[in-house]
């Protein structure tokens, strides 16, 4: 109950233990004898508004001995509420022995750590207990991208084995940073090689757009002092608790506005009818917006003509191939997930701690080798 009574109360703070009783569905007596007993957790003002008890702390512990996809390391931070929202002035991470985490997850890391040092909170990334995640990481490029100010524990890499063995790996490109002041725009056709390598010359095309387009909506959209980047990393499918099936996994990530964030200032004038069709104050409307995007296209924020198709034609791509597409945006996360070239499954996840930005994660599965 003190997961669900905090999100409540980040989302909204100073209510009522009959408001917050309400909001989960609760007894309101059950939820008022809950609150009274947490000693240090909630305060009641002279109204008997329930508020969180600031911490200069909050701790994030992960998962431990399983795959941490994204949604698993969403969830593992709203046990502990949402650091960007807290009035907290450190967060302290914590990788516990056994973790093993997937690139999608680690650029979820790196972009919210990035982004509370820029606001200005203390960050520690704690790999004391599982130092293979420190070295899985130094191989990958994170702590290239990481703000230096962020304390590696036990300590940084004092070199990057990621800038050693850069391209000597098809299993792994390294995170590439698109800086639209130093731009790289050989990127996409070195993550295109990466790609080919494992899944055949079939694909040499089609990902190639995927790869050109989200690497140009990152360039164009942005608009964050923290540059985006991409990177891609195979794996070869393994058992346990968490099946993983033999894949490739592409994210392309950004600290900007979002996709519903440069939308919606621009829907009800130029795409009156979509805008009809949304209740910006229902959470579940960012999640239906992005689907729309993706199937439909010719949304954009822009003026000029020909805009808007980029994601359009990565979703198409994502349809021909039978992959999954998974895209984080402020408060929520959506999955599409495709097969026998259409959309076989749409899932959504609402509340999630807040994260700036786009992070889109595609995964293309392999033939069992």
Known sequence: MESKIKQVLSDTS?????????????????????????????????????????????????DGGVWIDGLSLDMSIKKSGSPLESDCSSVNFIVPKGSKIFLEAAARLLALSNQLVLIGKSVTIDFNDCQGALSYFNRIGFFELLDKKVDIKP?????STATIYKGNSEAVYEFGEVDPDNLDEDIPQRLKKSFVYY??????????????????NVWEHSNSPIPGYIALQRYKGYGGRRGVRPHIQTIVSDSGKGIV????????????????????NDPKSGPLLVKEVFEKGRISSSI??????????????????????SVREEK?????????????????????????????CFDFFLAES
């Open 14 to 62: 100073g209510l009522k233990g009959r408001e917050i009783a309400k909001k989960l569905g609760l007894d309101k007596r059950k939820v008022n004898s809950y609150l009274s007993k947490q000693k240090g957790l909630f305060s009641k003002d002279e109204s008997h508004c329930w508020f969180i008890v600031k911490d200069e702390l909050i701790e994030v512990r992960l």
């Open 155 to 159: 300590s940084r890499p004092s070199f």
């Open 199 to 216: 899944a055949g010359d079939k694909y040499s095309q089609p990902v190639f757009t995927v790869l050109s387009e989200l690497f140009g």
């Open 261 to 280: 964030g440069t939308l919606k200032p621009v829907l009800k004038e130029r795409y009156h009818a979509l805008y009809k069709k949304f209740d910006f």
């Open 304 to 325: 000029y003509e020909g805009h808007g198709l980029g994601l359009k034609r990565s979703g198409d791509v994502a349809a021909s191939y039978d992959a999954k597409i």
């Open 332 to 360: 929520f996360e959506l999955k599409l997930i495709y097969k026998s070239g259409k959309l076989h499954e749409f899932l959504y996840e609402v509340g999630l701690p807040k994260i700036l930005g786009t992070h889109i």
